[in-house]
């Protein structure tokens, strides 16, 4: 009854596993891609658009006015007066309470408007520029990981697909080594041709082994930008080839140039002149000096400011600074462009050769099997070399690798040219 009992848990947790097997392998590759999306280094790149944007904001705040209240306690060695005061203010001789006093409370309102201030204005065409890049940032990051996604998820399939030719070729093989330990038992063969297909075998198993230590690579790879673990390969296919569209790289470095010139412009502005409307209302109290009665004295004002920088070294030195980094910033978009471009071309060449790799490939596969069908009966009828057997297993696998490294080249280059042309892969494999 004990052992009844544990071969029921037993049988319950291989189902497990295997339905938790069949839930890993059943994700798709719409999945992976959605999943890119979810994982936190995208999480960062929104947050940075948030960030320009209340750059963006408190660019635009600088144009509005400024109120803010204050007070101040002063204590002098002398009597001080309360505010400017009028001769005829004070009628000394009657006694009155002159407004000098040694200790003085000041409070009161400030307003400061700016009215006309170049610079802020500038700031916020340069934030609005950073802002747009962002957002081609975080679109540039999130397409070149679901490009990564899709060719690690080839590659993945890649491994697989050849860890079965190899288990083919094997199980080939030790139907042929069955036949020849026959015959080296009755004499008819060598011991020698024995070892010839054990030591193909073992190299074999070594290949099969370093896949699997592959494999196990790009699964990890995968789960770090996912956040999915992965049983084996998630299933793929192309539903519509990238369409030539505008660099997305580029895009976003010509917004940093855009911005490098708004910084440059930002710079020159501070030689602008800068007007603003600044006003206060100030309440002013103490004790008169000559009656040590309390006093009080408002005082307001209002003016109208006009500021012209008329010398200031660091500006120019601030300018050259911002002008500098301006032509890099061309520099860099010119030098993307071209990178972009000649991989663009590149990418365009390549795809048709290796597509009609793909078609070779699918050829030579047939034709090999052929071979070895016939190398196999003429192996085991003694009219072939173990050499020459050996050679057409060889070919026949050197064909299935060569297929499943032509598909796996497509997929790189489609998803190359989705990234270059900033294409959401959610649209083009399925």
């Not at 975080?138 to 050849?162: C, H, K, M, P, W």
């Not at 309390?294 to 500021?307: F, G, Q």
């Not at 071309?345 to 030579?364: F, H």
């Amino acid at each position: 009854m004990f052992d009844m009992k544990r071969s029921i848990k037993a049988f319950i947790f291989i189902l497990s596993c295997l339905i938790l097997r069949g839930e890993a392998w059943a994700i798709d590759i719409q999945t992976l891609l959605e999943a890119v999306d979810r994982q936190p280094a995208l999480e960062v790149r929104t947050l940075s658009i948030e960030e320009s944007a209340l750059q963006q904001e408190s660019a635009a705040a600088l144009l509005f006015p400024k109120i803010g209240a204050f007070g101040r306690a002063e204590i002098y060695n002398s009597p001080t007066n309360l505010r400017p005061m009028a001769p005829t203010e004070v009628n000394i001789q009657a006694g009155d309470a002159i407004p000098f006093s040694r200790e003085i409370l000041r409070y009161g309102l400030t307003l400061e408007v700016p009215v006309f201030v170049k610079e802020i204005y500038v700031l916020r065409q340069k934030a609005a520029a950073l802002n747009a890049k962002a957002q081609l940032d975080r679109r540039l990051d999130l397409i070149g990981r679901q490009s990564a996604v899709v060719v690690l998820n080839s590659t993945l399939a890649y491994f697989e697909r050849l860890a079965e030719s190899i288990g083919g070729r094997r199980k080939s093989l030790e139907q042929t080594r069955d036949d020849i330990v026959l015959k080296v038992r009755k004499g008819r063969l060598a011991g020698s041709e024995l070892t010839k297909i054990e030591t193909t075998i073992n190299d074999l198993d070594l290949q099969a082994n370093d896949l699997q230590a592959k494999r196990l690579d790009v699964l990890r790879e995968i789960n770090a930008l996912t956040g999915i673990e992965l049983a084996g390969s998630a299933s793929m296919s192309l539903t519509s080839k990238p369409s030539p569209s505008p660099f997305l790289q580029v895009q976003a470095q010509q917004k940093q140039v855009a911005a490098a010139q708004k910084e440059l412009d930002r710079r020159r502005a501070t030689r602008y002149p800068t007007l603003s409307f600044n006003s206060y209302v100030s309440g002013n109290d103490g004790e008169a000096y000559n009656t040590d009665s309390h006093i009080y004295r408002s005082y307001n004002a209002a003016a109208l400011v006009l500021k012209l920088p008329l010398f200031d070294r660091s500006l120019a030195t601030d300018e050259a600074i911002a002008s500098v980094q301006w032509q890099k910033a061309k520099k860099q978009l010119a030098q993307t462009q071209i990178e972009a471009q000649a991989l663009a071309n590149s990418l365009d060449r390549k795809l048709p050769v290796v597509e009609r790799s793909v078609d070779i490939a699918d050829k030579s596969i047939i034709n090999n099997k052929t071979l070895l069908a016939v190398a196999t009966v003429a192996i085991r009828s003694g009219r072939m070399t173990m050499e020459d057997y050996l050679r057409y297993e060889s070919n026949l696998l050197a064909a299935q690798a060569n297929l499943y490294q032509s598909r796996q080249q497509r997929w790189q280059i489609l998803a190359q040219q989705a990234a270059l042309y900033g294409t959401d892969l959610k649209g083009v494999v399925k």
